[in-house]
């Protein structure tokens, strides 16, 4: 599992190059932060992954993975989110599906949240805040793994 660390500089999207290997990918981001989500998303969609979805909260995320609608190839979860959090979700996940590529996304930057992440079957795990680079460079990695 790839551990990605916060980061004091932010750098511009618009000098990230994208990554190989995003274009038709499907991402899926789950955040009940408004504002985390549509930046999220927009960094995506400028490193070059094809179709982003999103959802409100762990328990939309829950759902539209359980019916796989839409179908996605990578999700990226907050991890502090009411009623379902992003660990809930990833266990959840994990019975039915071992190998979809999950970065988890959070504010917690300390080693023992990044083991539980890990223990659970998260790919990634991306501390708040992140740049543009920095998630380029963790989905790059994820992507090739997997």
């Not at 290997?21 to 998303?41: E, I, P």
Request: aromatic residues 2%; proline residues 4%.
């Amino acid at each position: 599992m790839h551990v990605a660390t916060r980061q004091s500089e932010l750098t511009d999207t618009a000098r990230t190059p994208g990554v190989s290997g995003l274009a038709g990918l499907t991402a899926l981001v789950v955040d009940d932060s408004q504002s985390s989500r549509d930046v999220l998303a927009t960094v995506l969609s400028t490193l070059g992954v094809s179709h982003v979805h999103v959802a409100s909260d762990g328990l939309e995320g829950l759902h539209m993975l359980s019916n796989s609608t839409p179908s996605v190839d990578i999700v990226l979860c907050d991890w502090d989110m009411p009623e379902v959090s992003g660990l809930e979700l990833l266990t959840h996940l994990r019975h039915r599906d071992k190998h979809l590529p999950f970065i988890m996304v959070t504010g917690k930057s300390d080693a023992l949240s990044a083991a539980t992440a890990s223990a659970a079957g998260a790919s990634a795990f991306l501390a708040k805040p992140y740049s543009p680079r920095r998630l380029a460079r963790v989905l790059a990695e994820v992507v090739a793994d997997h």
